[in-house]
């Protein structure tokens, strides 16, 4: 199993940029997939970014040249880098875990993007 801690969210203008950490409990090179998902008021929840097994790295379309998913193994965190932020990007941004069939998620952390 594992834990997963997020931090880094706030109020940001637009084109602005914030940058979000997610602090796993076990070694993230033992983990299946990690990255970001986000889910914004009366949406479904979607896909940000992610590592998938393989190596393979995932984007959504809407945050693609964009958004940037980076890993620090020594730190067991994941990030993600956000540019040119737009207020549709205003959401909680959760961090996912998925180790065999074993599924986590962090408590998420509110993104605004408002002037």
């Known amino acids: 199993q594992v834990q997963l801690v997020e931090s880094g969210g706030g109020l940001v203008q637009p084109g602005g940029s914030l940058r979000l950490s997610c602090a796993a409990s076990?070694?993230?090179?033992?983990?299946?997939?990690i990255g970001w998902y986000r889910q914004a008021p009366g949406k479904q929840r979607e896909l940000v970014a992610a590592?998938?097994?393989?190596?393979?790295?995932n984007y959504g379309d809407s945050v693609k040249g964009r958004f940037t998913i980076s890993r620090s193994t020594p730190k067991n965190t994941v990030y993600l880098q956000m540019n040119s932020l737009k207020p549709e990007d205003t959401a909680v941004y959760y961090c996912?875990?998925?180790?065999?069939?074993?599924?986590?998620w962090g408590q998420g952390t509110q993104v605004t993007v408002s002037s």
């Open positions: 590592f998938t097994s393989g190596g393979n790295t």
């Open positions: 076990r070694s993230i090179d033992s983990i299946n997939t």
């Open positions: 996912y875990a998925r180790i065999g069939t074993f599924e986590a």
